[in-house]
């Protein structure tokens, strides 16, 4: 599955977010939790991902008793290649932006950078 340029913010932020930990199981929740999207953004956006070869995924083993399994996903080799990719084109946007605007970068959403005055 090729990566489309114009794919969505909140599918770049699931990327980058897996690949923090490119080999560990996730679930869903804690993606929703470190990335700050709804589930009703983030399980299609996953569903996506897997549907696509750049996800495993599977369910849960032994949950602690009185709660249901949960479905884990976690990068396929293609898709930490694909989230790194994503994550040096943001980084390259980023520096753009801060070339541009004399260097004046802060913190933006979620520990992104972002450039002051834009």
Not at 12 to 23: F, H, I, K, N, Y
Not at 24 to 37: E, M
Not at 91 to 108: D, H, I, L
Request: net charge positive.
């Amino acid at each position: 599955m090729a990566f489309k340029p114009n794919s969505s913010p909140q599918t770049r932020a699931v990327l980058e977010d897996l690949l923090a930990d490119p080999g560990g199981w996730r679930h869903g929740y804690d993606i929703a939790l470190r990335t700050g999207l709804a589930s009703g953004t983030l399980y299609p956006i996953l569903g996506r991902l897997s549907d696509g070869g750049l996800l495993e995924t599977r369910w849960e083993d032994d949950p602690p008793e009185g709660r249901p399994r949960r479905h884990l996903y976690r990068l396929t080799a293609e898709g930490a290649v694909l989230a790194a990719a994503v994550a040096e084109q943001a980084a390259a946007v980023a520096r753009q932006a801060a070339a541009s605007s004399g260097g004046r970068v802060r913190a933006g959403r979620r520990g992104r950078p972002a450039v002051e005055g834009a």
